[in-house]
Protein backbone atom coordinates (compact mmCIF):
# COMPACT_ATOMS: atom_id res chain seq x y z
CA UNK A 1 0.00 0.00 0.00
CA UNK A 2 1.49 3.33 -1.30
CA UNK A 3 1.18 6.51 1.10
CA UNK A 4 -0.88 9.45 -0.16
CA UNK A 5 0.70 12.43 -1.77
CA UNK A 6 3.75 9.99 -3.64
CA UNK A 7 3.61 8.05 -7.07
CA UNK A 8 5.18 5.18 -7.78
CA UNK A 9 8.02 6.74 -9.18
CA UNK A 10 8.38 8.38 -6.39
CA UNK A 11 7.98 6.08 -3.70
CA UNK A 12 9.47 2.84 -5.55
CA UNK A 13 11.22 3.46 -8.46
CA UNK A 14 13.29 6.25 -7.23
CA UNK A 15 17.25 5.84 -6.69
CA UNK A 16 17.76 6.11 -2.78
CA UNK A 17 20.64 8.06 -1.68
CA UNK A 18 22.40 8.47 1.27
CA UNK A 19 22.28 12.41 0.85
CA UNK A 20 19.14 12.93 -0.28
CA UNK A 21 17.32 15.84 2.05
CA UNK A 22 13.80 16.82 2.15
CA UNK A 23 12.82 20.66 1.09
CA UNK A 24 12.92 22.63 3.93
CA UNK A 25 9.59 24.19 3.69
CA UNK A 26 8.45 20.64 3.77
CA UNK A 27 10.16 19.48 6.58
CA UNK A 28 8.65 22.79 8.70
CA UNK A 29 5.33 22.23 7.65
CA UNK A 30 5.48 18.81 8.80
CA UNK A 31 6.95 19.79 12.05
CA UNK A 32 4.27 22.55 12.11
CA UNK A 33 1.49 20.51 11.05
CA UNK A 34 1.81 16.90 12.63
CA UNK A 35 -1.79 16.67 12.44
CA UNK A 36 -2.14 16.79 8.89
CA UNK A 37 1.36 14.56 8.64
CA UNK A 38 -0.77 11.87 10.06
CA UNK A 39 -4.34 12.46 8.24
CA UNK A 40 -2.38 12.21 4.61
CA UNK A 41 -0.18 9.51 5.82
CA UNK A 42 -3.08 5.96 6.69
CA UNK A 43 -0.03 3.83 7.45
CA UNK A 44 0.78 5.96 10.48
CA UNK A 45 -3.16 6.04 11.01
CA UNK A 46 -3.41 2.33 10.30
CA UNK A 47 -0.02 1.54 12.34
CA UNK A 48 -1.55 3.57 15.50
CA UNK A 49 -4.73 1.99 15.10
CA UNK A 50 -3.21 -1.35 15.30
CA UNK A 51 -1.25 -0.57 18.38
CA UNK A 52 -4.68 0.67 19.81
CA UNK A 53 -6.15 -2.64 19.39
CA UNK A 54 -3.21 -4.48 20.54
CA UNK A 55 -3.12 -2.73 23.98
CA UNK A 56 -6.57 -4.74 24.66
CA UNK A 57 -8.48 -1.49 23.81
CA UNK A 58 -7.06 0.05 26.45
CA UNK A 59 -6.97 4.30 25.86
CA UNK A 60 -3.19 4.55 25.44
CA UNK A 61 -1.07 6.94 28.21
CA UNK A 62 0.25 10.38 26.99
CA UNK A 63 3.70 9.05 26.77
CA UNK A 64 2.48 5.70 24.55
CA UNK A 65 0.63 8.88 22.40
CA UNK A 66 4.41 10.76 22.50
CA UNK A 67 5.91 8.02 21.02
CA UNK A 68 4.08 7.04 18.12
CA UNK A 69 3.43 10.50 17.33
CA UNK A 70 7.74 10.74 17.26
CA UNK A 71 7.47 7.28 15.29
CA UNK A 72 5.07 8.98 12.40
CA UNK A 73 7.88 11.73 12.42
CA UNK A 74 10.64 9.99 11.94
CA UNK A 75 8.66 8.05 9.16
CA UNK A 76 7.78 11.14 7.19
CA UNK A 77 11.03 12.61 7.46
CA UNK A 78 12.31 9.10 5.37
CA UNK A 79 9.61 10.29 2.54
CA UNK A 80 10.27 13.92 2.02
CA UNK A 81 8.07 13.46 -1.58
CA UNK A 82 5.19 12.66 1.00
CA UNK A 83 5.84 15.96 2.80
CA UNK A 84 6.14 18.17 -0.67
CA UNK A 85 2.34 17.27 -1.64
CA UNK A 86 1.15 17.79 1.46
CA UNK A 87 1.82 21.62 0.85
CA UNK A 88 -0.88 22.06 -1.83
CA UNK A 89 -2.01 26.02 -3.48
CA UNK A 90 -5.77 25.31 -4.63
CA UNK A 91 -8.55 23.51 -3.70
CA UNK A 92 -10.25 20.64 -5.31
CA UNK A 93 -13.26 23.31 -5.72
CA UNK A 94 -10.37 25.46 -7.45
CA UNK A 95 -9.48 22.37 -9.58
CA UNK A 96 -13.33 22.15 -10.64
CA UNK A 97 -13.98 25.66 -11.42
CA UNK A 98 -10.96 26.28 -13.41
CA UNK A 99 -11.48 22.46 -15.67
CA UNK A 100 -15.60 23.82 -16.17
CA UNK A 101 -14.12 27.20 -16.87
CA UNK A 102 -11.61 25.89 -19.75
CA UNK A 103 -14.46 23.82 -21.01
CA UNK A 104 -16.58 26.76 -21.42
CA UNK A 105 -13.74 28.69 -23.03
CA UNK A 106 -12.97 26.08 -25.31
CA UNK A 107 -17.20 25.37 -25.98
CA UNK A 108 -17.09 29.36 -26.55
CA UNK A 109 -13.84 29.45 -28.82
CA UNK A 110 -15.54 26.12 -30.38
CA UNK A 111 -18.80 28.27 -31.08
CA UNK A 112 -17.29 31.10 -32.50
CA UNK A 113 -14.74 29.41 -34.62
CA UNK A 114 -17.71 27.13 -35.88
CA UNK A 115 -19.68 30.41 -37.22
CA UNK A 116 -16.65 31.98 -38.67
CA UNK A 117 -16.41 28.67 -40.75
CA UNK A 118 -20.21 28.52 -41.87
CA UNK A 119 -20.19 32.07 -42.37
CA UNK A 120 -17.19 31.43 -44.56
CA UNK A 121 -17.87 28.85 -46.52
CA UNK A 122 -21.13 30.02 -47.02
CA UNK A 123 -19.73 33.50 -48.20
CA UNK A 124 -17.15 31.57 -50.53
CA UNK A 125 -19.90 29.16 -51.85
CA UNK A 126 -22.16 32.62 -52.78
CA UNK A 127 -19.11 34.37 -54.34
CA UNK A 128 -18.18 31.35 -56.02
CA UNK A 129 -21.48 31.06 -57.61
CA UNK A 130 -21.43 34.69 -58.66
CA UNK A 131 -17.80 34.70 -60.05
CA UNK A 132 -18.91 30.76 -61.83
CA UNK A 133 -22.45 32.99 -63.49
CA UNK A 134 -19.95 35.88 -64.68
CA UNK A 135 -17.46 33.97 -65.69
CA UNK A 136 -20.58 32.11 -67.49
CA UNK A 137 -22.00 35.30 -68.71
CA UNK A 138 -18.84 36.63 -70.41
CA UNK A 139 -18.15 33.06 -71.76
CA UNK A 140 -21.92 33.38 -73.31
CA UNK A 141 -20.49 37.16 -74.87
CA UNK A 142 -17.74 36.06 -76.57
CA UNK A 143 -19.59 33.00 -77.83
CA UNK A 144 -21.87 35.32 -79.61
CA UNK A 145 -19.16 37.78 -80.44
CA UNK A 146 -17.78 34.40 -82.24
CA UNK A 147 -20.62 33.79 -84.12
CA UNK A 148 -21.22 36.96 -85.38
CA UNK A 149 -17.36 36.49 -86.31
CA UNK A 150 -18.29 33.71 -87.74
CA UNK A 151 -21.36 34.87 -89.85
CA UNK A 152 -19.52 37.66 -91.67
CA UNK A 153 -16.40 35.45 -92.32
CA UNK A 154 -18.59 32.93 -94.12
CA UNK A 155 -19.78 35.67 -95.98
CA UNK A 156 -16.51 37.11 -96.75
CA UNK A 157 -15.55 33.69 -97.28
CA UNK A 158 -18.32 33.22 -99.69
CA UNK A 159 -17.78 36.68 -101.48
CA UNK A 160 -14.12 35.72 -101.70
CA UNK A 161 -14.79 32.81 -103.27
CA UNK A 162 -16.98 33.96 -106.00
CA UNK A 163 -14.72 36.90 -106.88
CA UNK A 164 -11.84 34.39 -107.11
CA UNK A 165 -13.67 32.51 -110.06
CA UNK A 166 -14.79 35.68 -111.31
CA UNK A 167 -11.04 36.64 -111.39
CA UNK A 168 -10.16 33.33 -112.75
CA UNK A 169 -12.87 33.61 -115.67
CA UNK A 170 -12.41 36.77 -117.22
CA UNK A 171 -8.46 35.63 -116.50
CA UNK A 172 -9.33 32.47 -118.66
CA UNK A 173 -11.45 34.91 -121.59
CA UNK A 174 -8.28 37.58 -121.19
CA UNK A 175 -5.75 34.49 -122.10
CA UNK A 176 -8.08 33.41 -124.26
CA UNK A 177 -8.21 36.74 -126.03
CA UNK A 178 -4.75 37.17 -125.84
CA UNK A 179 -4.24 34.14 -127.41
CA UNK A 180 -6.76 35.32 -130.08
CA UNK A 181 -5.01 38.35 -130.54
CA UNK A 182 -1.04 36.52 -130.68
CA UNK A 183 -2.28 34.36 -133.34
CA UNK A 184 -3.66 36.35 -135.51
CA UNK A 185 -0.45 38.57 -135.36
CA UNK A 186 1.46 36.64 -138.25
CA UNK A 187 -1.01 34.01 -140.27
CA UNK A 188 0.70 35.25 -143.82
CA UNK A 189 4.21 34.13 -142.37
CA UNK A 190 3.10 30.80 -140.71
CA UNK A 191 1.11 30.32 -144.07
CA UNK A 192 4.45 30.80 -145.77
CA UNK A 193 6.07 29.02 -143.48
CA UNK A 194 3.96 25.56 -144.18
CA UNK A 195 4.58 25.82 -147.46
CA UNK A 196 8.45 26.81 -146.85
CA UNK A 197 8.57 23.66 -145.07
CA UNK A 198 7.00 21.51 -147.48
CA UNK A 199 9.38 22.15 -150.13
CA UNK A 200 11.83 20.36 -147.93
CA UNK A 201 9.83 17.07 -149.31
CA UNK A 202 11.99 14.34 -151.00
CA UNK A 203 12.15 12.07 -153.95
CA UNK A 204 8.17 11.35 -154.77
CA UNK A 205 6.77 12.87 -152.24
CA UNK A 206 7.36 16.37 -153.73
CA UNK A 207 3.84 16.38 -154.83
CA UNK A 208 1.44 19.57 -155.14
CA UNK A 209 -1.91 18.69 -153.37
CA UNK A 210 -4.88 20.58 -152.18
CA UNK A 211 -3.05 21.28 -148.68
CA UNK A 212 -1.12 24.09 -150.87
CA UNK A 213 -4.04 25.13 -152.12
CA UNK A 214 -5.73 25.47 -148.38
CA UNK A 215 -3.12 27.18 -147.27
CA UNK A 216 -3.11 30.72 -149.23
CA UNK A 217 -6.78 31.71 -148.29
CA UNK A 218 -5.91 31.81 -144.44
CA UNK A 219 -4.66 35.41 -144.35
CA UNK A 220 -7.44 37.78 -145.37
CA UNK A 221 -9.44 36.14 -142.53
CA UNK A 222 -7.89 37.41 -139.06
CA UNK A 223 -6.88 40.73 -140.07
CA UNK A 224 -10.48 42.57 -139.80
CA UNK A 225 -10.55 41.16 -136.01
CA UNK A 226 -7.68 42.23 -134.54
CA UNK A 227 -8.79 45.90 -133.64
CA UNK A 228 -11.66 44.44 -131.73
CA UNK A 229 -9.38 42.20 -130.27
CA UNK A 230 -7.08 45.26 -128.99
CA UNK A 231 -9.60 47.08 -127.75
CA UNK A 232 -11.66 44.41 -125.37
CA UNK A 233 -8.31 43.20 -124.08
CA UNK A 234 -7.77 46.52 -122.48
CA UNK A 235 -11.44 46.85 -120.94
CA UNK A 236 -10.06 43.54 -119.55
CA UNK A 237 -7.01 44.74 -118.10
CA UNK A 238 -8.49 47.65 -116.18
CA UNK A 239 -11.51 45.32 -115.12
CA UNK A 240 -9.27 42.53 -113.20
CA UNK A 241 -7.02 45.42 -111.52
CA UNK A 242 -10.19 46.43 -109.80
CA UNK A 243 -11.03 42.94 -108.90
CA UNK A 244 -7.82 42.17 -107.42
CA UNK A 245 -7.88 45.52 -105.16
CA UNK A 246 -11.83 44.75 -104.19
CA UNK A 247 -9.98 40.88 -103.67
CA UNK A 248 -7.26 42.44 -101.84
CA UNK A 249 -9.62 44.39 -99.45
CA UNK A 250 -12.16 41.31 -98.49
CA UNK A 251 -8.95 38.46 -97.78
CA UNK A 252 -7.72 41.58 -95.35
CA UNK A 253 -10.76 41.92 -93.74
CA UNK A 254 -11.28 38.02 -93.80
CA UNK A 255 -7.15 37.76 -91.98
CA UNK A 256 -7.97 40.09 -89.26
CA UNK A 257 -11.67 37.99 -88.77
CA UNK A 258 -9.67 34.48 -88.72
CA UNK A 259 -7.38 36.51 -86.11
CA UNK A 260 -10.33 37.68 -83.96
CA UNK A 261 -11.83 34.41 -84.10
CA UNK A 262 -8.70 32.86 -83.14
CA UNK A 263 -8.13 35.08 -80.58
CA UNK A 264 -11.94 34.76 -79.18
CA UNK A 265 -11.82 31.05 -79.44
CA UNK A 266 -9.10 31.06 -76.97
CA UNK A 267 -10.80 32.94 -74.62
CA UNK A 268 -14.06 31.48 -75.29
CA UNK A 269 -12.20 27.96 -74.33
CA UNK A 270 -9.90 29.26 -71.22
CA UNK A 271 -11.05 27.60 -68.36
CA UNK A 272 -9.34 28.49 -64.71
CA UNK A 273 -7.70 25.21 -65.45
CA UNK A 274 -6.10 26.03 -68.57
CA UNK A 275 -2.68 26.63 -68.98
CA UNK A 276 -1.21 29.86 -69.98
CA UNK A 277 -3.60 31.87 -68.04
CA UNK A 278 -1.64 34.71 -65.57
CA UNK A 279 -1.92 37.92 -64.04
CA UNK A 280 -2.37 41.35 -65.98
CA UNK A 281 -2.34 44.19 -63.11
CA UNK A 282 -4.56 47.05 -64.90
CA UNK A 283 -5.69 45.54 -68.28
CA UNK A 284 -8.80 46.03 -67.09
CA UNK A 285 -8.23 49.88 -67.54
CA UNK A 286 -6.91 49.71 -71.09
CA UNK A 287 -9.00 50.16 -73.70
CA UNK A 288 -7.52 49.71 -77.15
CA UNK A 289 -10.93 49.77 -79.29
CA UNK A 290 -11.11 51.54 -82.58
CA UNK A 291 -14.38 50.56 -83.68
CA UNK A 292 -18.04 49.78 -82.08
CA UNK A 293 -20.25 47.19 -82.99
CA UNK A 294 -22.19 49.34 -85.74
CA UNK A 295 -19.55 50.78 -87.64
CA UNK A 296 -17.84 46.99 -87.31
CA UNK A 297 -20.77 45.48 -89.21
CA UNK A 298 -20.79 48.31 -91.62
CA UNK A 299 -17.16 47.83 -92.44
CA UNK A 300 -17.37 44.44 -93.80
CA UNK A 301 -21.00 45.24 -95.25
CA UNK A 302 -19.47 47.51 -97.44
CA UNK A 303 -16.12 45.62 -98.85
CA UNK A 304 -18.92 43.12 -99.80
CA UNK A 305 -21.01 45.27 -101.90
CA UNK A 306 -18.07 46.97 -103.22
CA UNK A 307 -16.87 43.40 -104.33
CA UNK A 308 -20.37 42.73 -106.05
CA UNK A 309 -20.28 46.03 -107.95
CA UNK A 310 -16.74 45.05 -109.32
CA UNK A 311 -17.97 41.47 -109.95
CA UNK A 312 -21.47 42.20 -111.80
CA UNK A 313 -19.00 44.81 -114.24
CA UNK A 314 -16.62 42.12 -114.67
CA UNK A 315 -19.33 39.34 -115.42
CA UNK A 316 -20.68 41.70 -118.05
CA UNK A 317 -17.30 42.59 -120.00
CA UNK A 318 -17.19 38.70 -119.57
CA UNK A 319 -20.07 38.07 -121.46
CA UNK A 320 -19.16 40.93 -124.42
CA UNK A 321 -15.74 39.14 -124.95
CA UNK A 322 -17.67 35.63 -125.45
CA UNK A 323 -19.51 37.39 -128.14
CA UNK A 324 -16.63 39.06 -129.58
CA UNK A 325 -14.61 35.59 -129.32
CA UNK A 326 -17.31 33.61 -130.62
CA UNK A 327 -18.08 35.63 -133.81
CA UNK A 328 -14.44 36.38 -134.69
CA UNK A 329 -13.29 32.32 -134.16
CA UNK A 330 -16.53 31.59 -136.52
CA UNK A 331 -14.90 33.61 -139.13
CA UNK A 332 -11.82 32.02 -138.84
CA UNK A 333 -12.52 28.67 -137.79
CA UNK A 334 -13.88 28.01 -141.56
CA UNK A 335 -11.12 28.43 -143.41
CA UNK A 336 -8.69 26.73 -140.71
CA UNK A 337 -10.66 23.85 -140.67
CA UNK A 338 -10.44 23.72 -144.15
CA UNK A 339 -6.17 23.85 -144.40
CA UNK A 340 -6.75 21.15 -141.02
CA UNK A 341 -8.99 18.72 -143.23
CA UNK A 342 -6.68 19.00 -146.12
CA UNK A 343 -3.46 18.35 -143.80
CA UNK A 344 -5.21 15.63 -141.87
CA UNK A 345 -5.90 13.75 -145.07
CA UNK A 346 -2.43 14.12 -146.69
CA UNK A 347 -1.31 12.72 -142.87
CA UNK A 348 -3.60 9.57 -143.30
CA UNK A 349 -2.23 9.13 -146.74
CA UNK A 350 1.25 9.29 -145.80
CA UNK A 351 1.17 7.34 -141.90
CA UNK A 352 -0.56 3.78 -143.70
CA UNK A 353 2.43 4.04 -146.55
CA UNK A 354 4.93 4.75 -143.54
CA UNK A 355 2.76 2.04 -141.62
CA UNK A 356 2.73 -0.44 -144.45
CA UNK A 357 6.89 0.36 -144.92
CA UNK A 358 7.10 -0.49 -141.30
CA UNK A 359 5.44 -3.73 -141.22
CA UNK A 360 7.70 -4.85 -144.05
CA UNK A 361 10.99 -3.70 -142.61
CA UNK A 362 9.87 -4.99 -139.44
CA UNK A 363 9.56 -8.59 -140.86
CA UNK A 364 12.36 -8.16 -142.53
CA UNK A 365 14.42 -7.24 -139.52
CA UNK A 366 12.77 -10.09 -137.55
CA UNK A 367 14.33 -12.07 -140.38
CA UNK A 368 17.53 -10.68 -140.37
CA UNK A 369 18.11 -11.49 -136.52
CA UNK A 370 16.86 -15.04 -136.90
CA UNK A 371 19.64 -15.61 -139.93
CA UNK A 372 22.20 -14.12 -137.79
CA UNK A 373 21.24 -16.12 -134.81
CA UNK A 374 21.61 -19.18 -137.30
CA UNK A 375 25.02 -18.02 -138.20
CA UNK A 376 26.03 -17.73 -134.63
CA UNK A 377 24.14 -21.27 -133.88
CA UNK A 378 25.98 -22.81 -136.81
CA UNK A 379 29.54 -21.25 -135.47
CA UNK A 380 28.83 -22.33 -132.30
CA UNK A 381 27.72 -26.05 -133.76
CA UNK A 382 31.41 -25.94 -135.71
CA UNK A 383 33.33 -24.60 -132.54
CA UNK A 384 31.25 -27.72 -130.81
CA UNK A 385 32.15 -30.10 -133.16
CA UNK A 386 36.32 -29.05 -132.92
CA UNK A 387 36.26 -31.06 -129.20
CA UNK A 388 34.74 -33.97 -130.28
CA UNK A 389 36.32 -34.47 -133.80
CA UNK A 390 40.20 -33.93 -131.13
CA UNK A 391 39.01 -36.62 -129.08
CA UNK A 392 38.50 -39.17 -131.84
CA UNK A 393 41.61 -38.15 -132.94
CA UNK A 394 44.00 -38.36 -129.99
CA UNK A 395 42.02 -41.60 -129.39
CA UNK A 396 43.07 -42.88 -132.60
CA UNK A 397 46.65 -41.11 -132.10
CA UNK A 398 47.11 -42.75 -128.72
CA UNK A 399 46.11 -46.43 -129.73
CA UNK A 400 48.67 -46.28 -132.54
CA UNK A 401 51.70 -46.60 -129.81
CA UNK A 402 50.13 -50.19 -128.47
CA UNK A 403 53.46 -52.67 -128.69
CA UNK A 404 53.51 -55.50 -131.08
CA UNK A 405 50.17 -57.58 -131.15
CA UNK A 406 48.31 -55.36 -129.56
CA UNK A 407 48.55 -52.60 -132.31
CA UNK A 408 45.00 -54.83 -133.29
CA UNK A 409 42.52 -53.20 -135.53
CA UNK A 410 39.91 -54.00 -133.43
CA UNK A 411 36.32 -52.41 -133.44
CA UNK A 412 37.13 -49.57 -130.96
CA UNK A 413 39.85 -48.59 -133.84
CA UNK A 414 37.03 -49.15 -136.29
CA UNK A 415 34.33 -46.69 -134.77
CA UNK A 416 37.43 -44.27 -133.98
CA UNK A 417 37.74 -43.98 -137.60
CA UNK A 418 34.16 -43.95 -138.12
CA UNK A 419 33.69 -41.39 -135.30
CA UNK A 420 36.11 -38.87 -137.10
CA UNK A 421 34.88 -39.32 -140.83
CA UNK A 422 30.91 -38.23 -139.33
CA UNK A 423 32.66 -35.56 -137.69
CA UNK A 424 34.25 -34.16 -140.70
CA UNK A 425 31.02 -34.34 -143.25
CA UNK A 426 28.79 -32.53 -140.48
CA UNK A 427 31.79 -29.91 -140.65
CA UNK A 428 31.52 -29.67 -143.80
CA UNK A 429 28.07 -29.69 -144.47
CA UNK A 430 27.22 -26.79 -141.46
CA UNK A 431 30.09 -25.14 -143.26
CA UNK A 432 28.14 -25.08 -146.65
CA UNK A 433 25.03 -24.11 -144.64
CA UNK A 434 27.23 -21.07 -143.32
CA UNK A 435 27.84 -19.57 -146.65
CA UNK A 436 23.99 -20.03 -147.41
CA UNK A 437 23.23 -18.20 -144.52
CA UNK A 438 25.46 -15.60 -144.88
CA UNK A 439 24.31 -14.82 -148.66
CA UNK A 440 20.65 -14.65 -147.67
CA UNK A 441 21.58 -12.46 -144.88
CA UNK A 442 23.08 -9.87 -147.34
CA UNK A 443 20.15 -10.26 -149.54
CA UNK A 444 17.80 -9.49 -146.51
CA UNK A 445 20.21 -6.11 -145.66
CA UNK A 446 20.01 -5.05 -149.03
CA UNK A 447 16.23 -5.40 -148.86
CA UNK A 448 16.21 -3.68 -145.67
CA UNK A 449 18.17 -0.44 -146.88
CA UNK A 450 15.86 -0.19 -149.88
CA UNK A 451 12.80 -0.30 -147.03
CA UNK A 452 14.38 2.23 -144.86
CA UNK A 453 15.02 4.52 -147.44
CA UNK A 454 11.52 4.60 -148.45
CA UNK A 455 10.70 4.90 -144.85
CA UNK A 456 12.52 8.10 -144.28
CA UNK A 457 11.27 9.61 -147.16
CA UNK A 458 7.84 8.63 -145.83
CA UNK A 459 8.47 9.71 -142.48
CA UNK A 460 10.28 13.27 -143.70
CA UNK A 461 7.32 14.17 -145.55
CA UNK A 462 5.01 12.92 -142.37
CA UNK A 463 7.59 14.97 -140.11
CA UNK A 464 6.99 18.30 -142.21
CA UNK A 465 3.38 17.96 -142.39
CA UNK A 466 2.05 16.90 -138.89
CA UNK A 467 5.75 17.74 -137.04
CA UNK A 468 6.53 21.53 -138.42
CA UNK A 469 3.44 22.39 -140.13
CA UNK A 470 0.73 20.98 -138.05
CA UNK A 471 2.40 22.15 -134.82
CA UNK A 472 2.32 25.70 -136.05
CA UNK A 473 -0.96 25.23 -136.40
CA UNK A 474 -2.10 24.29 -132.98
CA UNK A 475 -1.66 28.00 -132.23
CA UNK A 476 -3.98 29.32 -134.57
CA UNK A 477 -7.45 30.16 -132.90
CA UNK A 478 -9.92 27.52 -133.09
CA UNK A 479 -13.58 26.88 -132.17
CA UNK A 480 -13.54 24.21 -129.48
CA UNK A 481 -10.34 26.56 -127.68
CA UNK A 482 -11.88 30.07 -127.96
CA UNK A 483 -15.48 29.92 -126.89
CA UNK A 484 -15.53 26.62 -124.75
CA UNK A 485 -17.73 28.61 -122.02
CA UNK A 486 -20.55 29.02 -125.16
CA UNK A 487 -20.78 25.29 -125.62
CA UNK A 488 -21.18 24.86 -122.07
CA UNK A 489 -23.96 27.04 -121.77
Known sequence: MELIGSTLTATYARPKSSHFLPAISTMASSYRNPQAALAMNPSASLWRTNSYYKSNSTIPSPSIQRENLDLVRAKTVLYPSNRSALSTRYTPDDWYKSNHNNYRESESSRKSAERLRKDTIRLMQDKEQLTRRTQENTSKNIGERLNDIVFWKSELSHEIDNMVTEIAALNEVKR???????????????????????????????????????????????????????????????????????????????????????????????????????????????????????????????????????????????????????????????????????????????????????????????????????????????????????????????????????????????????????????????????????????????????????????????????EKCMSMRKSFPSMPRLVPCINKK
Open 176 to 466: RLERALAETEGPLQVSQECLYHREKRMSIDLVHDDVEKDLIKEVEVIKSCQERMRRHLDRAIAQLASNRAAQHELERDLSDKLTAQRIDQRCHHLRNTSDGIGYYRGIDRLDPSISLPDSWSKFTDDNILHSQSERAASHKLRDEIEILLNTTSNEMWNQFNNVNVAFTNRISETADAKNSLQTHLAKTLQELFQTEMLIESIKKALRDKESPLKVAQTRLEERTRRPNVELCRDNPHHRLVSEVREIEDTIRKLQERLMEAENTLQTLVKTKVSLEHDLSVKANSLFLDQ
